[in-house]
C-alpha cells in the first residue's frame, strides 16, 4: 500500500491534531508546506509571516522528536509554485501518497482550495474536525437552528450551562452571567500605574533565520521585527499562560476596555496566538484562569470576563464563520471608500488612530478595544470598504486567522452583516475615547467640537453618521439615546455636519 499522509497546516501546530492520529509513524509521513502566496494573499505583516513560520518549523521539530517523518517544503524554494494548493498538487505529483489526513481548515477559501488539489489529482482527501474547539459545528448548528440572527451572550449562557464553567449547579457563580459593569473602567487622569511586563521570547536560531527569510522574501511587507518576542513553542506558550495568571489577570477585568498612549499591552493576555495556532488547548487556558479564582481567590470580575472571551466570544465567532458562508461579501451600510494611506504607515494627526496603528505596525498586535472602538469605530463612520478593512484586519495582526478575523471585523467592527449577530453600530464620538484613555490630551482635534477649526474627525463623523442613519437607530432601544441627541440640534447645526462630514471625508488622507 502507497503511503498516506497528515497534512498539518499553520494553525493546526498540536500533537492533538486528528490527522496525526490517522498515520502510520513507521510507513506514512507529515506534510508542511510554507508557501509565499499566504503571506501575499494579504499583504501581511512581517511580524505575522514570523510567526507562523517560525512556530511551524519549531512544531515540525517536535514531531521528528516524536518519531514522525516530516516533510517540509520551505517558503522560499524558488522551484516550487508559490501558492499553498498548488505546492500541494507538485507534492502529489512527485510522491503519490495514497491518502491524505487533514484537520480541517480555519479559513474557507483553503478547506476549498486543498480539497480542489486532491481532487485534481484524484488523492482521496479527508477532513477532520477539529477537536480544539469546546463547541463543534454540529453542536453549534443545533443551538443555532434556523434563527435569522444570533446573539453571543445566550449561547455563552448555553455552553456554560453544557460545560459547569463558573457554574453553582443550574446558576452562574457570583449570582449574575456575566460582571461587565465592573469591568469597563477608565484609568483616569493618573494613568494605569506600573504595569506588569508580559513575557517576551527571545528569537532562538530557527527564529533569526526566519526573520532572515522574511526580510529577503518580504521586505517590502509593513511593520517591523525589531520587538518580535512572541511565543512560537507550546513551552513558551504554557509559559506565557502561566505568567498571565500569575501576574496580570487579577487587574484585567476593570481595565481590559482602557488605553493608554505607548502601553499596547496592558493587563491584556497576550494568548490569542499562541490559541490560534493550537499551541495552547482553550480548556487548559479556561481551567488555569478558574482556578485561580478558586485557589487564590482572584476576583470573580476578571475571571468571568476572561473566560467570557475565550469559552464565549472565541466559540460564538468561530460557529458564525462557518454557520453563513456569505459573511465576507456582506456591505449593510453599503460603504465602498478606500483605506487612508495611512493605515499603513500610522501617520495622521489623530493621536487615538496614530497610536492604535502604531504599534501595531510594531507589534502586530492591538487590544479589542483599539480594533473595535478606535481602527474599527473610524471605519465604520468613515464609510470605509467593509472587504478592504477585513484584509487589513486580516493581513496586521498577529493572530490573524480568517475564522476569527472576518466575523469580528465585518460583524463587529463594522456591522456590515446587519443584525445577524450584533444588536447595534458599535460607534462613539470623541468623548468616548477621552473617557477610556489619553489619546485626546494634547491632539490636533478636540473631542468636544463637532464642527470647525480643531474639530475631531471621529466626533464630527459620528454625528453625521447617526444623522444619516437616524430612522433605523431611533427604531432600536439600544441606540435611541444617539437619536434622541441629535433631534436635540437645530437645523442648520446638521446641516453643518452633513457638509463638514462630506469635506473631512473628501481630504480623509490629509488627516
Known amino acids: 500500500m502507497a503511503a498516506e499522509i497528515a497534512l498539518v497546516l499553520g494553525d493546526h501546530l498540536t500533537l492533538e491534531n ?8 513507521a510507513r506514512d509521513s507529515v506534510l508542511m508546506i510554507e508557501a509565499p502566496g499566504e503571506a501575499r494573499h494579504v499583504w501581511s505583516h512581517k511580524a505575522r509571516i514570523a510567526l507562523f513560520l517560525s512556530a511551524m518549523r519549531h512544531f515540525a521539530a517536535t514531531l521528528r522528536e516524536a518519531g514522525f517523518r516530516v516533510h517540509y517544503l520551505e517558503v522560499d524554494d524558488a522551484s516550487l509554485p508559490a501558492s499553498l494548493p498548488e505546492r500541494l498538487g507538485h507534492f502529489l505529483a512527485t510522491h503519490a501518497p495514497s491518502r491524505i489526513w487533514m484537520c480541517e481548515a480555519g479559513e474557507r477559501r483553503l478547506a476549498d482550495a486543498l480539497a480542489a488539489a486532491a481532487a485534481a489529482r484524484t488523492t482521496p482527501l479527508t477532513s477532520l474536525a477539529d477537536p480544539h474547539f469546546l463547541v463543534s459545528m454540529e453542536a453549534f448548528s443545533r443551538w443555532a437552528g434556523d434563527k435569522s440572527s444570533l446573539r453571543m451572550e445566550f449561547f455563552y449562557r448555553h455552553v456554560r450551562r453544557e460545560t459547569g464553567v463558573l457554574m453553582d449547579g443550574d446558576a452562574p457563580v457570583g449570582g449574575q ?6 469591568n469597563r473602567k477608565g484609568f483616569g487622569a493618573k494613568g494605569p500605574g506600573l504595569v506588569p511586563t508580559p513575557p517576551r521570547y527571545p528569537p532562538d536560531a530557527i527564529t533569526q533565520a526566519v526573520f532572515a527569510t522574511v526580510e529577503r522574501e518580504f521586505g517590502d511587507h509593513p511593520g517591523s521585527l525589531d520587538s518580535f518576542g512572541w511565543p512560537v513553542t507550546r513551552a513558551q506558550a504554557l509559559d506565557a499562560l502561566h505568567r498571565f495568571v500569575e501576574e496580570r489577570l487579577a487587574a484585567f477585568g476593570p481595565f481590559q476596555d482602557a488605553m493608554w498612549s505607548n502601553e499596547p499591552f496592558l493587563w491584556h493576555s497576550l494568548l490569542s496566538t499562541s490559541l490560534n495556532l493550537k499551541l495552547l488547548d482553550p480548556r487548559e487556558v479556561i481551567d488555569a484562569a478558574v482556578r485561580a479564582w478558586q485557589e487564590r481567590r482572584l476576583p470573580l470580575a476578571s475571571v468571568e470576563g476572561f473566560v467570557r472571551q475565550i469559552l464565549g466570544w472565541r466559540e460564538f465567532i468561530r460557529g458564525v464563520y462557518w454557520h453563513w458562508p456569505d459573511l465576507g461579501r456582506l456591505n449593510h451600510f453599503e460603504h465602498h471608500r478606500a483605506l487612508p494611506a495611512w493605515f499603513w504607515t500610522g501617520e495622521t494627526s489623530m493621536n487615538c488612530l496614530r497610536d492604535a496603528i502604531g504599534q501595531t505596525l510594531r507589534h502586530g498586535y492591538a487590544h479589542h478595544i483599539q480594533r473595535l472602538m478606535i481602527t474599527g469605530n473610524f471605519a465604520l463612520l468613515a464609510e470605509l470598504s467593509p472587504q478592504a478593512v477585513c484584509d487589513w484586519y486580516l493581513a496586521v495582526y498577529v493572530d490573524a486567522v480568517e475564522w476569527v478575523e ?11 452583516c446587519g443584525p445577524r449577530f450584533t444588536s447595534k453600530p458599535y460607534i462613539a464620538s470623541g468623548a468616548y475615547v477621552k473617557r477610556m484613555s489619553n489619546h485626546c490630551k494634547g491632539c490636533r482635534y478636540d473631542p468636544g467640537v463637532r464642527v470647525g477649526p480643531g474639530a475631531c474627525p471621529i466626533t464630527l463623523l459620528y454625528w453625521a453618521f447617526v444623522d444619516k442613519h437616524a430612522a433605523t437607530l431611533s427604531a432600536n432601544p439600544r441606540t435611541v439615546t444617539m437619536t434622541s441627541n441629535l433631534e436635540r440640534l437645530p437645523v442648520a447645526d446638521r446641516q453643518s455636519i452633513r457638509t463638514a462630514a462630506r469635506d473631512v471625508l473628501a481630504a480623509i488622507d490629509s488627516l
Open 406 to 416: 472576518l466575523p469580528n471585523t465585518a460583524g463587529m467592527a463594522l456591522h456590515a
Open 177 to 182: 452571567w456575566n460582571f461587565d459593569a465592573d
Open 18 to 25: 486528528p490527522a496525526l492520529a490517522r498515520i502510520d509513524r
